[in-house]
Protein backbone atom coordinates (compact mmCIF):
# COMPACT_ATOMS: atom_id res chain seq x y z
CA UNK A 1 0.00 0.00 0.00
CA UNK A 2 1.17 3.27 -1.12
CA UNK A 3 0.97 6.88 -0.24
CA UNK A 4 1.06 9.89 -1.80
CA UNK A 5 1.03 13.22 0.08
CA UNK A 6 1.31 16.57 -1.78
CA UNK A 7 2.51 19.61 -0.52
CA UNK A 8 3.61 23.41 -1.44
CA UNK A 9 7.01 24.10 -1.87
CA UNK A 10 6.77 26.98 1.22
CA UNK A 11 5.02 24.65 3.35
CA UNK A 12 6.92 24.53 6.91
CA UNK A 13 7.32 21.38 8.86
CA UNK A 14 7.93 20.94 12.43
CA UNK A 15 11.51 19.96 12.71
CA UNK A 16 11.62 16.89 14.07
CA UNK A 17 13.06 15.60 16.88
CA UNK A 18 13.50 12.26 17.33
CA UNK A 19 13.78 12.35 21.13
CA UNK A 20 10.74 13.86 21.64
CA UNK A 21 7.76 12.42 20.48
CA UNK A 22 6.29 13.24 23.11
CA UNK A 23 2.19 14.75 23.44
CA UNK A 24 1.54 17.46 26.27
CA UNK A 25 -1.59 16.47 27.15
CA UNK A 26 -1.98 20.22 27.51
CA UNK A 27 -1.87 20.94 24.19
CA UNK A 28 -5.41 18.28 23.98
CA UNK A 29 -7.24 21.12 25.11
CA UNK A 30 -6.20 23.49 22.74
CA UNK A 31 -8.78 24.73 19.82
CA UNK A 32 -7.59 23.94 16.26
CA UNK A 33 -3.81 23.39 17.62
CA UNK A 34 -1.98 24.13 14.44
CA UNK A 35 1.23 23.06 15.35
CA UNK A 36 -0.27 18.79 16.03
CA UNK A 37 -3.21 16.51 15.17
CA UNK A 38 -2.49 14.94 18.19
CA UNK A 39 -6.43 13.16 18.34
CA UNK A 40 -8.74 11.73 15.97
CA UNK A 41 -10.59 14.88 15.02
CA UNK A 42 -7.64 17.01 15.57
CA UNK A 43 -9.65 18.70 18.70
CA UNK A 44 -12.03 17.72 21.34
CA UNK A 45 -14.80 19.67 19.08
CA UNK A 46 -14.97 16.75 16.68
CA UNK A 47 -15.09 19.27 13.85
CA UNK A 48 -12.20 17.81 12.04
CA UNK A 49 -10.98 21.21 11.22
CA UNK A 50 -8.08 23.12 10.55
CA UNK A 51 -7.74 27.10 10.60
CA UNK A 52 -4.57 26.91 8.75
CA UNK A 53 -4.07 28.98 6.02
CA UNK A 54 -1.33 28.16 4.11
CA UNK A 55 -2.99 26.36 1.46
CA UNK A 56 -6.58 27.78 0.30
CA UNK A 57 -8.48 28.09 -3.04
CA UNK A 58 -5.61 30.19 -4.68
CA UNK A 59 -2.87 27.92 -4.59
CA UNK A 60 -4.20 24.27 -3.80
CA UNK A 61 -3.57 23.80 -7.79
CA UNK A 62 -0.14 24.09 -7.17
CA UNK A 63 0.43 21.08 -4.95
CA UNK A 64 2.86 18.56 -6.20
CA UNK A 65 4.35 15.33 -4.75
CA UNK A 66 7.01 16.01 -1.95
CA UNK A 67 7.28 11.77 -1.13
CA UNK A 68 5.33 8.65 -1.08
CA UNK A 69 5.56 5.97 1.78
CA UNK A 70 4.70 1.98 1.64
CA UNK A 71 3.01 1.08 4.45
CA UNK A 72 4.16 -2.47 5.16
CA UNK A 73 4.78 -4.73 8.05
CA UNK A 74 4.36 -8.31 8.58
CA UNK A 75 5.66 -10.49 11.66
CA UNK A 76 8.76 -10.61 9.63
CA UNK A 77 9.70 -7.21 8.36
CA UNK A 78 8.26 -4.93 11.59
CA UNK A 79 10.69 -3.40 13.69
CA UNK A 80 8.48 -4.76 16.33
CA UNK A 81 6.35 -7.53 16.63
CA UNK A 82 3.88 -7.97 19.83
CA UNK A 83 0.01 -9.58 20.60
CA UNK A 84 -0.91 -12.34 21.95
CA UNK A 85 -1.35 -15.22 19.91
CA UNK A 86 1.60 -17.70 20.35
CA UNK A 87 2.26 -20.88 17.59
CA UNK A 88 -0.83 -23.68 18.44
CA UNK A 89 -3.43 -21.19 19.24
CA UNK A 90 -6.92 -21.46 17.04
CA UNK A 91 -7.85 -18.18 15.58
CA UNK A 92 -11.60 -17.06 15.24
CA UNK A 93 -14.05 -15.67 12.70
CA UNK A 94 -11.71 -15.26 9.70
CA UNK A 95 -8.22 -14.93 11.49
CA UNK A 96 -5.49 -12.94 10.45
CA UNK A 97 -5.62 -11.16 6.82
CA UNK A 98 -2.38 -9.94 4.41
CA UNK A 99 -5.33 -7.34 3.23
CA UNK A 100 -5.38 -4.34 5.38
CA UNK A 101 -5.85 -0.29 4.45
CA UNK A 102 -5.30 2.67 5.80
CA UNK A 103 -8.83 4.09 7.23
CA UNK A 104 -8.35 6.41 9.66
CA UNK A 105 -6.18 9.85 10.38
CA UNK A 106 -2.47 9.86 11.05
CA UNK A 107 -1.82 11.69 14.08
CA UNK A 108 1.37 14.18 13.91
CA UNK A 109 3.04 14.99 16.87
CA UNK A 110 6.44 16.92 16.92
CA UNK A 111 6.54 16.30 13.14
CA UNK A 112 6.40 12.78 13.60
CA UNK A 113 3.22 10.97 11.75
CA UNK A 114 1.82 7.58 13.66
CA UNK A 115 -0.43 5.69 11.00
CA UNK A 116 -2.43 2.47 11.99
CA UNK A 117 -3.89 -0.23 10.05
CA UNK A 118 -5.74 -3.69 11.82
CA UNK A 119 -2.84 -4.85 13.33
CA UNK A 120 -0.32 -2.55 12.13
CA UNK A 121 1.62 0.70 13.35
CA UNK A 122 4.27 3.44 11.95
CA UNK A 123 5.72 5.92 12.75
CA UNK A 124 7.18 8.22 10.14
CA UNK A 125 9.27 11.41 9.53
CA UNK A 126 6.29 14.01 8.03
CA UNK A 127 8.69 15.94 6.49
CA UNK A 128 10.56 13.26 4.48
CA UNK A 129 8.54 10.29 4.98
CA UNK A 130 11.29 8.18 6.32
CA UNK A 131 10.15 5.09 8.23
CA UNK A 132 11.36 5.52 12.20
CA UNK A 133 9.60 2.03 12.95
CA UNK A 134 7.13 -0.08 12.42
CA UNK A 135 4.83 -2.48 14.39
CA UNK A 136 3.07 -6.03 13.87
CA UNK A 137 0.06 -7.34 16.16
CA UNK A 138 0.17 -11.34 16.18
CA UNK A 139 -3.86 -11.63 16.36
CA UNK A 140 -6.01 -13.82 17.68
CA UNK A 141 -8.61 -13.45 14.28
CA UNK A 142 -11.56 -11.13 14.60
CA UNK A 143 -13.28 -9.50 11.60
CA UNK A 144 -10.80 -7.93 9.80
CA UNK A 145 -12.93 -6.07 6.54
CA UNK A 146 -13.95 -2.76 9.19
CA UNK A 147 -10.25 -1.24 8.88
CA UNK A 148 -8.44 0.82 12.00
CA UNK A 149 -9.70 4.38 12.61
CA UNK A 150 -6.58 5.42 14.36
CA UNK A 151 -4.36 6.15 17.35
CA UNK A 152 -4.60 7.81 20.73
CA UNK A 153 -1.82 9.57 22.12
CA UNK A 154 -0.76 10.78 25.97
CA UNK A 155 2.87 12.07 26.62
CA UNK A 156 5.17 9.53 25.37
CA UNK A 157 2.95 6.52 24.98
CA UNK A 158 0.28 5.61 22.03
CA UNK A 159 -2.98 3.23 22.12
CA UNK A 160 -4.49 1.75 19.02
CA UNK A 161 -7.67 -1.29 18.93
CA UNK A 162 -7.01 -4.33 17.16
CA UNK A 163 -9.67 -6.29 15.66
CA UNK A 164 -9.94 -9.16 18.28
CA UNK A 165 -11.01 -6.75 20.64
CA UNK A 166 -7.64 -6.11 22.27
CA UNK A 167 -5.83 -2.36 23.53
CA UNK A 168 -2.47 -2.05 23.02
CA UNK A 169 -0.49 0.45 24.09
CA UNK A 170 3.31 1.37 22.14
CA UNK A 171 5.91 3.86 23.00
CA UNK A 172 5.89 6.57 20.40
CA UNK A 173 9.88 6.74 20.22
CA UNK A 174 10.66 3.12 19.70
CA UNK A 175 7.48 1.36 18.37
CA UNK A 176 7.96 -1.27 21.30
CA UNK A 177 4.80 -3.07 22.93
CA UNK A 178 4.57 -1.69 26.64
CA UNK A 179 1.25 -4.04 27.26
CA UNK A 180 -1.76 -5.35 25.76
CA UNK A 181 -5.17 -5.72 27.24
CA UNK A 182 -8.00 -7.92 26.27
CA UNK A 183 -11.42 -5.45 25.99
CA UNK A 184 -13.96 -8.47 25.29
CA UNK A 185 -13.75 -12.17 24.14
CA UNK A 186 -12.83 -12.64 21.11
CA UNK A 187 -14.85 -16.24 21.10
CA UNK A 188 -17.87 -13.83 21.33
CA UNK A 189 -17.63 -12.47 18.10
CA UNK A 190 -16.61 -9.20 19.88
CA UNK A 191 -13.94 -6.70 17.40
CA UNK A 192 -12.36 -3.60 17.48
CA UNK A 193 -11.22 -0.88 15.27
CA UNK A 194 -12.40 2.30 16.86
CA UNK A 195 -9.56 5.11 17.55
CA UNK A 196 -8.97 5.61 21.26
CA UNK A 197 -9.61 9.27 22.80
CA UNK A 198 -7.82 10.15 25.60
CA UNK A 199 -9.25 12.66 27.92
CA UNK A 200 -7.26 13.97 30.93
CA UNK A 201 -5.53 10.58 32.45
CA UNK A 202 -7.99 8.64 30.59
CA UNK A 203 -8.32 6.12 27.80
CA UNK A 204 -11.64 5.68 26.18
CA UNK A 205 -12.48 3.12 23.48
CA UNK A 206 -15.09 0.39 22.49
CA UNK A 207 -15.79 -2.52 20.92
CA UNK A 208 -18.51 -4.16 18.31
CA UNK A 209 -20.15 -7.70 17.50
CA UNK A 210 -21.97 -9.90 20.21
CA UNK A 211 -23.30 -11.59 16.97
CA UNK A 212 -23.79 -14.94 18.62
CA UNK A 213 -26.72 -13.38 20.83
CA UNK A 214 -28.46 -13.08 17.29
CA UNK A 215 -27.45 -16.56 16.56
CA UNK A 216 -28.52 -18.63 19.33
CA UNK A 217 -31.53 -19.75 17.36
CA UNK A 218 -30.02 -20.42 14.03
CA UNK A 219 -28.44 -23.43 13.08
CA UNK A 220 -25.20 -24.18 14.16
CA UNK A 221 -22.82 -22.52 12.85
CA UNK A 222 -20.21 -23.73 10.11
CA UNK A 223 -16.90 -24.40 10.39
CA UNK A 224 -13.88 -21.47 9.17
CA UNK A 225 -11.81 -22.79 7.19
CA UNK A 226 -7.79 -23.02 8.30
CA UNK A 227 -6.77 -19.19 7.50
CA UNK A 228 -2.74 -18.28 6.97
CA UNK A 229 -0.99 -15.86 9.61
CA UNK A 230 -0.32 -13.71 7.06
CA UNK A 231 2.99 -13.49 8.50
CA UNK A 232 4.94 -16.66 7.21
CA UNK A 233 3.50 -18.63 9.69
CA UNK A 234 1.39 -22.16 9.41
CA UNK A 235 -1.92 -22.08 8.87
CA UNK A 236 -4.18 -21.50 11.80
CA UNK A 237 -7.12 -23.82 12.56
CA UNK A 238 -10.05 -21.86 13.33
CA UNK A 239 -12.60 -23.17 15.43
CA UNK A 240 -16.26 -23.38 14.98
CA UNK A 241 -18.52 -21.39 18.09
CA UNK A 242 -21.67 -23.48 18.32
CA UNK A 243 -24.48 -21.14 17.85
CA UNK A 244 -26.13 -22.30 21.56
CA UNK A 245 -22.85 -20.42 22.99
CA UNK A 246 -24.11 -17.83 25.30
CA UNK A 247 -23.37 -13.91 24.63
CA UNK A 248 -21.45 -12.65 27.58
CA UNK A 249 -24.77 -11.31 29.58
CA UNK A 250 -22.62 -11.32 32.88
CA UNK A 251 -20.02 -8.84 31.83
CA UNK A 252 -20.15 -5.44 33.40
CA UNK A 253 -21.55 -2.39 30.68
CA UNK A 254 -18.54 -0.73 32.11
CA UNK A 255 -14.77 -1.74 32.84
CA UNK A 256 -11.52 -0.04 34.47
CA UNK A 257 -8.41 -1.12 34.44
CA UNK A 258 -5.82 0.89 36.43
CA UNK A 259 -2.06 0.26 34.75
CA UNK A 260 1.46 0.89 36.66
CA UNK A 261 3.09 3.62 34.92
CA UNK A 262 0.48 4.54 33.12
CA UNK A 263 -3.02 6.51 32.66
CA UNK A 264 -6.02 5.23 33.97
CA UNK A 265 -7.72 3.58 31.62
CA UNK A 266 -11.49 3.61 31.63
CA UNK A 267 -13.21 1.08 28.98
CA UNK A 268 -16.60 1.73 28.24
CA UNK A 269 -18.18 -1.68 26.59
Do not use: C
Not at 22 to 42: E, M, Q
Not at 77 to 95: E, L
Not at 232 to 261: D, F
Amino acid sequence: MTFRFASLTALTLLTVSLRAQFLDPNVLKKRNPVDAWPTYHGDYSGKRYSELTQINKTNVGTLTLAWAFKALATAETATNVGGPWKPGDPTYWGGPSDTYRIAGSPLMVDGIMYLSAMDRAWAINARTGQQIWSYFFKTRGGHHFNGNKGLGMYGSWLYMVTPDAYLVSLDAKTGKERWHKQLAPIEMDYYGSTAPLVVGNHIYTGIGGDALDIRATSKPATPKPATSSGSGTPPRKTPATPATTPGPTNTPASTAAAVPGSPSLTIRI
